[in-house]
């Protein structure tokens, strides 16, 4: 086990080597189990035969007592002989059996051959006693059948020898009997041994994943939420200098026209004296003006405009000394009636004399005025509805990241949080000294274990995978319905109608993987579906994706009054329209109840 550290976000390789590392931590709780099933039912057949033996070893205990009580009953008078010689011969056979069976063993009734050094010098003390006994009997019986018609022919000699080996057989029975009951003892010590060494081996590698693997994995998501905030943070800051940069364009554009007045003003010029006079004056000018040559007598203020307000003002501009260009817009009225804009610049002129001189630089500027009104009316109302049109973006991009914010700080509270919390408090309840109990718990643990891996691993796969940057969106929805049928079991497809591989804009391969993502979520969260389709098909230049589920379906006309906060359904519906639309996409949703829910994705691409 490794402490895997997740600095920046997770990268393929870095996803395969906690797959890894996932696959070595399961195989080590799987090899546990089989190594723990393998030793019972070892112990367990081991304690079959102990107990075939111990069977057999405490009849023949019983047998001894039959065969002398058998013998005895020959001495009675009155007794059916013939019966009991059947019944002694019969008992010594099965005596004799069992007792060669019990040191080597005998495949008809079940018995191993006895290894037990042990065990085996205890046989060889009490084979004497039993090869005696089993002589005295048969000479017994022998003595009997020769001699059917006269009971005092039964030997004293061979009834004492029963009495006394039968003592000593029995104590060394007891004995042998007592030896297997001890060596099944200490069989049983020796698995339960072994098994709690597999216990604390399966506790030390859940340890491990929870220090090494969950922890780590905790943290990245955390830090995860946490840059999704700074990411909001930010946006609102550029979305204030993209403002502020707009307005020094704006500024900057402004200036420029007023040093371009060369090039724009050429046309129409002037020359006046400080008081006023007129110098010279281009025949353009005087055209534009509507004046003649008989009218370059009057003042430059009075020929320029008959409007009195502004002559006044113009007679100021003129005579002020000034070191520096000064370029204004100006309106005036002419002898024709006419209101037309000059683009006037003045330009100080200082001679030998030290009298101040002008050079006044126009151009009709009336149309593009007029024009310019226009425009910026509708520049105005323009640049209204696109910040409008951002900040609803904005607004509803932050709803859905906020959205996805809650949803994984829920899936983490609900699932692993709670699993967790249940895996430590159970481990902390085990009492090694009560088997029964604590193999319940590790069971519970074991099942536990799984599935907040299983938890885990949805969680991670639920982040934005690399598939999807990396290879685009085919290979990036294949991925994630073949995880999920994984991790849910249930009956996810992928069926894929192109016949080649298409690369999108990234922010609609993104739009369009989130909304088909969240459509299979709801499927199986909401709709207890077992089969869900994933379609796909690019033709005319038109991408299509479909997700269809056997689930339980709901009525489409509450589709009308979906509120954006739905809880059954992740972002809810609102959020998957809005992506769609956000890329000039289309969403169709068609669902009966108990019929299922077909979800259709339509994006038109470039190429169209």
Same mark, same amino acid.
């Given at each position: !086990?490794?402490?895997?550290?997740?600095?920046?976000?997770?990268? $393929?390789?870095?996803?395969?080597?906690?797959?890894?590392?996932?696959? &070595?931590? #399961?195989?080590?709780?799987?090899?546990?189990?089989?190594?723990?099933?393998?030793?019972?039912?070892?112990?367990?057949?081991?304690?079959?035969?102990?107990?075939?033996?111990?069977?057999?070893?405490?009849?023949?205990?019983?047998?001894?007592?039959?065969?002398?009580?058998?013998?005895?009953?020959?001495?009675?008078?009155?007794?059916?002989?013939?019966?009991?010689?059947?019944?002694?011969?019969?008992?010594?056979?099965?005596?004799?059996?069992?007792?060669?069976?019990?040191?080597?063993?005998?495949?008809?009734?079940?018995?191993?051959?006895?290894?037990?050094?042990?065990?085996?010098?205890?046989?060889?003390?009490?084979?004497?006693?039993?090869?005696?006994?089993?002589?005295?009997?048969?000479?017994?019986?022998?003595?009997?059948?020769?001699?059917?018609?006269?009971?005092?022919?039964?030997?004293?000699?061979?009834?004492?020898?029963?009495?006394?080996?039968?003592?000593?057989?029995?104590?060394?029975?007891?004995?042998?009997?007592?030896?297997?009951?001890?060596?099944?003892?200490?069989? &049983?010590?020796?698995?339960?041994?072994?098994?709690?060494?597999?216990?604390?081996?399966?506790?030390?590698?859940?340890?491990?994943?929870?220090?090494?693997?969950? @922890?780590?994995?905790? #943290?990245?998501?955390?830090?995860?939420?946490?840059?999704?905030?700074?990411?909001?943070?930010?946006?609102?800051?550029?979305?204030?200098?993209?403002?502020?940069?707009?307005?020094?364009?704006?500024?900057?554009?402004?200036?420029?026209?007023?040093?371009?007045?060369? %090039?724009?003003?050429?046309?129409?010029?002037?020359?006046?004296?400080?008081?006023? =006079?007129?110098?010279?004056?281009?025949?353009?000018?005087?055209?534009?003006?509507?004046?003649? $040559?008989?009218?370059?007598? !009057?003042?430059?203020?009075?020929?320029?405009?008959?409007?009195?307000?502004?002559?006044?003002?113009?007679?100021?501009?003129?005579?002020?000394?000034?070191?520096?260009?000064?370029? +204004?817009?100006?309106?005036?009225?002419?002898?024709?009636?006419?209101?037309?804009?000059?683009? /006037?610049?003045?330009?100080?002129?200082?001679?030998?004399?030290?009298?101040?001189?002008?050079?006044?630089?126009?151009?009709?500027?009336?149309?593009?005025?007029?024009?310019?009104?226009?425009?910026?009316?509708?520049?105005?109302?323009?640049?209204?509805?696109? /910040?409008?049109?951002?900040?609803?973006?904005?607004?509803?991009?932050?709803?859905?990241?906020?959205?996805?914010?809650?949803?994984?700080?829920?899936?983490?509270?609900? =699932?692993?949080?709670? !699993?967790?919390?249940?895996?430590?408090?159970?481990?902390?309840?085990?009492?090694?000294?009560?088997?029964?109990?604590?193999?319940?718990?590790?069971?519970?643990?074991?099942?536990?274990?799984?599935?907040?891996?299983?938890?885990?691993?949805?969680?991670?796969?639920?982040?934005?995978?690399?598939?999807?940057?990396?290879?685009?969106?085919?290979?990036?929805?294949?991925? /994630?319905?073949?995880?999920?049928?994984?991790?849910?079991?249930?009956?996810?497809?992928?069926?894929?109608?192109?016949?080649?591989?298409?690369?999108?804009?990234? *922010?609609?391969?993104?739009?369009?993987?989130?909304?088909?993502?969240?459509?299979?979520?709801?499927?199986?969260?909401?709709?207890?579906?077992?089969?869900?389709?994933?379609?796909?098909?690019?033709?005319?230049?038109?991408?299509?994706?479909?997700?269809?589920?056997? =689930?339980?379906?709901?009525?489409? $006309?509450?589709?009308?009054?979906?509120?954006?906060?739905?809880?059954?359904?992740? /972002?809810?519906?609102?959020?998957? @329209?809005?992506? %769609?639309?956000?890329?000039?996409?289309? *969403?169709?949703?068609?669902?009966?109840?108990?019929?299922?829910?077909? %979800?259709?994705?339509?994006?038109?691409?470039? +190429?169209?």
């Amino acid at each position: !086990m490794m402490d895997i550290k997740f600095e920046q976000p997770l990268d $393929s390789s870095t996803f395969l080597r906690i797959r890894k590392w996932y696959l &070595l931590a #399961l195989a080590a709780i799987a090899l546990t189990i089989i190594v723990a099933q393998i030793l019972i039912q070892v112990h367990l057949n081991a304690q079959l035969d102990d107990s075939r033996v111990i069977n057999v070893a405490g009849r023949q205990r019983a047998y001894s007592q039959k065969l002398v009580k058998e013998a005895l009953l020959l001495k009675q008078s009155g007794s059916d002989k013939k019966q009991i010689l059947t019944e002694l011969k019969k008992t010594i056979t099965t005596w004799k059996i069992s007792h060669a069976a019990l040191q080597f063993g005998n495949d008809s009734m079940g018995i191993q051959k006895e290894t037990h050094e042990d065990i085996l010098a205890l046989f060889k003390k009490i084979t004497p006693h039993h090869t005696a006994m089993i002589t005295a009997a048969q000479q017994v019986i022998a003595e009997e059948e020769k001699l059917t018609l006269s009971p005092s022919s039964v030997t004293q000699k061979n009834i004492q020898t029963l009495l006394d080996n039968e003592r000593t057989f029995l104590r060394l029975m007891d004995v042998i009997v007592n030896e297997y009951d001890n060596r099944s003892k200490t069989q &049983l010590e020796n698995l339960k041994f072994k098994e709690y060494l597999l216990l604390i081996f399966s506790l030390l590698i859940l340890f491990l994943e929870i220090l090494f693997i969950f @922890k780590p994995l905790s #943290l990245q998501i955390k830090n995860t939420i946490s840059r999704l905030m700074n990411n909001q943070l930010e946006s609102e800051a550029n979305t204030d200098k993209i403002q502020h940069l707009y307005q020094e364009k704006e500024k900057s554009l402004q200036e420029l026209q007023e040093l371009n007045f060369v %090039i724009d003003n050429a046309a129409l010029f002037a020359s006046a004296k400080n008081d006023g =006079g007129i110098v010279f004056i281009s025949k353009k000018f005087q055209e534009l003006l509507g004046c003649t $040559s008989s009218d370059l007598s !009057m003042p430059l203020s009075e020929l320029l405009t008959i409007n009195e307000g502004q002559q006044e003002y113009l007679k100021e501009v003129l005579k002020s000394n000034r070191k520096s260009i000064r370029s +204004e817009e100006i309106k005036i009225r002419t002898k024709k009636e006419q209101d037309i804009w000059l683009d /006037m610049s003045i330009i100080p002129l200082h001679q030998s004399t030290k009298k101040q001189s002008i050079l006044i630089l126009c151009s009709d500027i009336t149309e593009r005025k007029e024009n310019q009104e226009k425009v910026e009316q509708l520049t105005k109302q323009n640049f209204e509805d696109k /910040m409008l049109q951002k900040k609803m973006q904005a607004s509803q991009v932050v709803e859905g990241q906020e959205e996805e914010r809650k949803r994984i700080a829920k899936d983490i509270h609900d =699932g692993i949080g709670q !699993m967790l919390t249940a895996l430590k408090f159970n481990i902390e309840s085990i009492n090694l000294e009560n088997t029964a109990k604590t193999a319940e718990k590790i069971a519970y643990l074991k099942t536990l274990c799984s599935d907040l891996i299983k938890g885990v691993r949805t969680a991670t796969f639920n982040l934005t995978p690399p598939e999807l940057k990396d290879h685009g969106i085919f290979p990036a929805l294949h991925k /994630m319905t073949t995880e999920l049928s994984k991790l849910t079991g249930k009956n996810i497809l992928f069926d894929n109608k192109t016949d080649k591989h298409i690369r999108f804009d990234s *922010l609609a391969e993104t739009n369009i993987y989130r909304v088909a993502q969240e459509a299979v979520n709801n499927a199986i969260k909401y709709a207890d579906a077992t089969y869900i389709l994933l379609t796909i098909n690019y033709s005319d230049g038109i991408l299509s994706v479909v997700v269809d589920d056997n =689930g339980k379906g709901f009525d489409n $006309s509450i589709l009308k009054d979906t509120p954006k906060n739905n809880s059954e359904g992740g /972002m809810g519906l609102f959020y998957m @329209k809005e992506r %769609i639309s956000y890329i000039n996409g289309r *969403l169709f949703i068609n669902s009966e109840p108990g019929k299922g829910t077909r %979800i259709t994705i339509n994006y038109k691409t470039d +190429e169209a």
